[in-house]
């Protein structure tokens, strides 16, 4: 990286700007309640309000900048007033509007002032006080911060003397960027006042679509260099970190800022680009945790995509994270989206797919935990006489859960988000806040834990209805003692197969599990005219959904972690890591496509040389080939993460992959860090 970009690396290392934000918290809900004020015009003022009490910071070296100085943005509604919405109504996630990704080429095309003249033309169509007059005054309130906020930066860049960020935000966010780096600045400056509004895992989207028309014309005019793009590039991704610890998901770290590279357009052609490769350059240089680096590919991917996209794995960071066209759009036009919209899919804050501009999908709105089913199944064995009828019943829970859960989910609530709304492609003239749905309205669920599962019912199978080499009565036993007493019990249901191992005997057991959740959740529509969809992912529910549940027939002790998305048990012993790909590969995954990769750890010893590179590059490219949707890989090093783990202050900048999402080891709770040491390293 070149030395102006080094200093803005430097500063975000040291964590030192923190100090600059200010402590002081702001309430505006309790005026509102007394004054009655309409919810979207509550939210519309409280971004006005953290507009204005937001300080521009800018420092010599910045082309971009922007940073958070106000930590927290407080809620639009009182205690009291949540409270009673809460007794009616479903809530998720705080009922926040997030996993969304927003139509950024509409807001680049025309720059906001062309959707702000089109809200005021709408507005004087409604009668005053009418609920989209209500609506449309909310969204230009929020137009109206959004303009407040570059206009504090274009101030303090003149003050200093910056006179191209100056420039840049006399022209946007008002109007179409006249190149690249306004381009830049105007983006950044959408995902700041996103974020701003309380929105939630605030996604990029398709950057390398929607970005690349303003990176052409300026590489081909020669207005810049392509050095130059890649050095601004750069800054625009260490931007995207600055804030990144006031956006706390489950774990810090996990913040939906996602970027989707390559894939293909509404007609099926390719657009990777040369912008999809300065981006993985970027990232590959930088080594942050920001932007979340996905890459769409398909069979016809060229090697060297995936090799770059290799390169950024050997680093360490936990991505890229590939999906597959081949597996993902059919699955998607399966499921009632239209072709082309199918086509311009990106990822949620992890894996969940999502369309940009189109969709107020919930992708993952429950999780479905296999193992718990299997377990009180299992305790119930004696009831059983033979396999069948023991299958059978997990069948029937499984069914009777998707039941239960999709029930659970009638009468969602989600909060006004007017600016978002403005960020949409249809809100506008439909008059119409995204919470109250649009296009797609659909919700996800994961399946969690179903490689604990299909083991814990291959090992009943073998040991208690093929070989009977242990009794009902011993498994129960062993069960209800947490294996103390019983290794030999234990150790006989561990023999048994496992999924990973590319045995039919236990990978034809998940494909059951998973055809029946997705079973459970066809033709079923939630009251928002969406469908359920099935997944393979797990997100915090591999922690969650375990750590109550007692041990199971698989031989796992009480509270140990399930494996995180798709991926073999924890221990479980593998002949390598083509078998685990053969196995995962087995499902039919266009069923249960809502995302979950497969997760692979790689001891980063294996990168140490070309030919190690090439071969994952090869194994990613498998993968694909067969027919899988979704990997992740990780280079990791279980000596040094026990390291950290003792001398935190040694290792201030370690990145590890969680689940969807990298972050920085030293800041994830023990129970993260713990599974994270045990998952496999494969070394070859």
Known sequence: MDKRVQTIYDRLQSREYRSLRSGKEYSFAQDYAAAGTDPALRAADRLMKMAQAERAVLFAEDRIGMMRTVKKVPPIFTDEEFAAIAAEHFIFDGAQVNNISSDYASALDGGMEKKRNRILELRAKEQEGSKKYVLYTAMLTSIDALYLIAEKYRAEAERMGNERLAEALSNVPENTPRGYYEALVMLRLLNYTLWLNANKHNTLGRFDVYMFPFYEKDIKSGALAREEALSLTQEFFIDLNFDADLYPGVQQGDNGQSM?????DADGMPVYNDLSKLCLEASLELKIIDPKINLRVDKNTPEEVYLLGTELTKQGLGFPQY???????????????????????????????????????????DALNFPGIVRKVTERIKEFPDYGSFLAEVKKDILAECDRLTSMTKGLYLMPSPFQSVLMTNCIEEGKDISEGTKYNNYGFHGAGVSTAADSIAAVRKCVYEEKS???????AALAADFEGYADVRNKLLAAPKMGQNDDYADGIAVQLLDWLADGLEG????????????????????????????TADGRKAGAPFAANFSPSLDVPLEGVLSVIQSFTKPHLTRVCNGGPLTLEFHDTLFRNEEGTKKVAKLVELFVKKGGHQMQLNAVNREKMLDAKAHPEKYPNLIVRVWGWSGYFNELDTVYQDQIIKRLEFLQ
């Not at 597959?324 to 059919?330: A, E, F, R, S, T």
């Not at 529509?525 to 549940?549: K, P, Q, V």
């Open 524 to 551: 079923k529509h939630n009251d928002r005219g969406g469908i359920f969809r099935a997944g393979t992912g797990s997100a915090m529910y591999y922690i969650w959904c375990s750590s109550e549940l007692g041990a």
């Open 323 to 365: 999906s597959n066209d081949d597996v993902v759009i059919p699955a998607l036009v399966n499921w009632g989206y239209d072709l082309a919209d199918a086509r311009n899919y990106v990822v949620a804050a992890c894996w969940e797919f999502i369309i940009p501009g189109l969709a107020m999908d919930i992708p993952n709105i």
């Open 470 to 476: 242990v009794s009902a009565e011993q498994l129960l």
């Open 260 to 264: 989707v590279l390559g894939g293909c």
